[in-house]
Antibody
Framework: QVQLVESGGGVVQPGRSLRLSCAAS????????MHWVRRAPGKGLEWVTA????????NYADSVKGRFTISRDNSENTLNLQMNSLRVEDTAVYHC?????????????????WGQGTLVTVSS | QSVLTQPPSVSGAPGQRVTISCFGS?????????VHWYQQVPGTAPKLLLY???NRPSGVPDRFSGSKSGTSASLAISGLQAEDEADYYC???????????FGGGTKLTVL
């Protein structure tokens, strides 16, 4: 059974940093691309970033490019999100998700497993 | 503002049928990208409800069905049940943005 458990959320001031983690189990982590998707209060889901199965390729939404960095440790089955220069508008529940590969026809595939999410609140 | 457009809310009585629309553009749905649908009960993880426009993952009742035409797609739920009350999202891939896009979500209320 696929399980994704996020951690690391909390309250942080604008301009500060936070690091999220996602522990994966129940599948061969190193075989899958992984994503972060967020949901801001009162808003819909927003794709944030993705990383290839081997960690060599990454993709970011324009809203976080240059501020957020996705990484993974396939030996520890862990996905990470380093968030720097946080803004009030980054306030959201952040979900990690097993999803489509970054390139090729597979990128049209769905996000088939999700974690429950961790809340990040950016406020002064 | 989301790239894919959904109605903010829909409602229906138990047993009725409702549909949720999802409007995109020639950069995503109209470019041939598949549409997927997710169900999210607030406070829980989103759940894949339909994939590749019309397909149900194992365990999803056949009361849920999907269609796609041109630059839009729709989700239909028949025989509404109280447990269907949730937020529903459509999702596709956008070739102009080179990224994955979601609708703004539709809150389904079962009256």
């Amino acid at each position: 059974q696929v399980q994704l458990v996020e951690s690391g959320g909390g309250v942080v001031q604008p301009g500060r940093s936070l690091r999220l983690s996602c522990a994966a189990s129940g599948f061969t982590f190193s075989h899958y691309a992984m994503h972060w998707v967020r949901r801001a209060p009162g808003k819909g889901l927003e794709w944030v970033t993705a990383i290839s199965s081997d960690g060599n390729n990454k993709n970011y939404a324009d809203s976080v490019k240059g501020r957020f960095t996705i990484s993974r440790d396939n030996s520890e089955n862990t996905l990470n999100l380093q968030m720097n220069s946080l803004r009030v508008e980054d306030t959201a529940v952040y979900h990690c998700a097993r999803g489509p590969p970054l390139y090729g026809s597979g990128k049209y595939s769905p996000f088939d497993s999700w974690g429950q999410g961790t809340l990040v609140t950016v406020s002064s | 503002q989301s790239v894919l457009t959904q109605p903010p809310s829909v409602s229906g009585a138990p047993g009725q049928r409702v549909t949720i629309s999802c409007f995109g553009s020639i950069s995503n749905i109209g470019a041939g990208s598949d549409v997927h649908w997710y169900q999210q009960v607030p406070g829980t993880a989103p759940k894949l409800l339909l994939y590749a426009n019309t397909n149900r993952p194992s365990g999803v009742p056949d009361r849920f069905s999907g269609s796609k035409s041109g630059t839009s797609a729709s989700l239909a739920i028949s025989g509404l049940q109280a447990e269907d009350e949730a937020d529903y999202y459509c999702q596709s891939y956008d070739s102009t943005l080179s990224g994955w896009v979601f609708g703004g979500g539709t809150k389904l209320t079962v009256l």
